[in-house]
């Protein structure tokens, strides 16, 4: 059973820069697509990023330019390095994987808060 474990989360000033982990275990890492999502209060979830197996990427639009999601595989981690915060980027942040031809996102974490004050 895959695990994903968020961290670095946490209160940040609006124009900060913060980067999430996520931990992966439980499978092999480099068969499952990585992806963050999120969700702000009383707002519904909305996908955020991906990196596939094969490392490309693709960004919501709200956050392209700002945000670089990669993965290291030797460390089964994926990283959601975000910069420029703004106020409406403060949500629960979900990290997210899906198996190589599954077409959904088969596990979920917890979630890890940001919160970006203007």
């Known amino acids: 059973q895959v695990q994903l474990v968020e961290s670095g989360g946490g209160l940040v000033q609006a124009g900060d820069s913060l980067r999430l982990s996520c931990a992966f275990s439980?499978?092999?890492?480099?068969?499952?697509?990585m992806g963050w999502f999120r969700q702000a209060p009383g707002k519904e979830r909305e996908f955020v990023a991906v990196?596939?197996?094969?490392?490309?990427?693709d960004y919501a639009d709200s956050v392209k330019g700002r945000f670089t999601i990669s993965r290291d595989n030797n460390k089964n981690t994926v990283y959601l390095q975000m910069t420029s915060l703004k106020p409406e980027d403060t949500a629960v942040y979900y990290c997210?994987?899906?198996?190589?031809?599954?077409?959904?996102?088969?596990?979920w974490g917890k979630g890890t808060l940001v919160t970006v004050s203007s």
């Open positions: 997210v994987a899906r198996s190589i031809g599954s077409s959904k996102y088969d596990y």
């Open positions: 439980g499978r092999t890492f480099s068969n499952y697509h």
């Open positions: 990196i596939r197996w094969s490392g490309t990427t």
